[in-house]
């Protein structure tokens, strides 16, 4: 069974940074793609950044500049280097697994963890 387990949220101060991680039980993690979404209160889920295999990045505007997604796929873990957090920020992030093989799509999901920027 496949498990995201991510970490790492809490609450900061606006200016601040957090790291979060995602370690993933599943096998042949470099093949898939990975990402980072979150969800605020009230809103859509959104797509924060995603790394491919071969390593292209992939930002929302509004993280551009500030995040940085990065992986080791010896630890099977895929991280989100947050720096000079806003308010905005203020969500649940979620980890995300995906790829497509001979038609089927594979496709996971963390649990989520809490980030909140405030004074």
């Known amino acids: 069974q496949v498990q995201l387990v991510e970490s790492g949220g809490g609450l900061v101060q606006p200016g601040g940074s957090l790291r979060l991680s995602c370690a993933a039980s599943?096998?042949?993690?470099?093949?898939?793609?990975m990402g980072w979404y979150r969800q605020a209160p009230g809103m859509q889920r959104e797509m924060v950044a995603t790394i491919s295999p071969d390593g292209y990045r992939n930002y929302v505007d509004s993280a551009e500049g500030r995040f940085t997604i990065s992986r080791d796929n010896a630890k099977n873990t895929v991280y989100l280097q947050m720096n000079s957090l806003e308010p905005e920020d203020t969500a649940v992030y979620y980890c995300?697994?995906?790829?497509?093989?001979?038609?089927?799509?594979?496709?996971?999901w963390g649990q989520g963890t809490q980030v909140t920027v405030s004074s």
């Open positions: 599943v096998s042949i993690f470099s093949f898939y793609v």
């Open positions: 995300n697994a995906r790829r497509i093989a001979s038609g089927v799509n594979y496709d996971y």
